[in-house]
């Protein structure tokens, strides 16, 4: 079992930044890449980014790639999403995930279920 905790959602300008924080429990943290996904109001939840058990590798959607870093600590159990350059339509309930993974350099296809959910942190961005 996997809970996760996002932190550092909140109201930001346009154009400004915002870091994003998970907080995993358990023991088996570096068995799971690890996801971003975002939805927005009357929107499906999408992709954002992924990151590998190593942290080695990484994917972005098209949509925040060159804007938005993912990385991960596994000696603090925490992921990260560092976002920059802001955009109006970036506004979101962004949600961390937990993939199982077999290999420590793969990255989950971005339509894979994962197997565990944070709650979710609001980010708006005005402009």
């Known amino acids: 079992q996997v809970q996760l905790v996002e932190s550092g959602g909140g109201l930001v300008q346009a154009g400004g930044s915002l870091r994003l924080s998970c907080a995993a429990s358990g023991r088996t943290f570096s068995t799971y890449a690890m996801s971003w996904f975002r939805q927005a109001p009357g929107k499906e939840r999408e992709f954002v980014a992924t990151?590998?058990?190593?942290?080695?590798?990484?994917a972005y959607a098209d949509s925040v790639k060159g804007r938005f870093a993912i990385s991960r600590d596994n000696a603090k159990n925490t992921v990260n999403l560092q976002m920059n350059s802001l955009k109006p339509e970036d506004t979101a309930v962004y949600y961390c995930?937990?993939?199982?993974?077999?290999?420590?350099?793969?990255?989950?296809?971005?339509?894979?279920?994962?197997?565990?959910w944070g709650q979710g942190t609001q980010v708006t961005v005005s402009s």
């Open positions: 995930a937990a993939v199982r993974s077999y290999s420590s350099s793969s990255i989950p296809q971005r339509t894979t279920e994962p197997d565990y």
């Open positions: 990151v590998s058990r190593s942290g080695d590798r990484t």
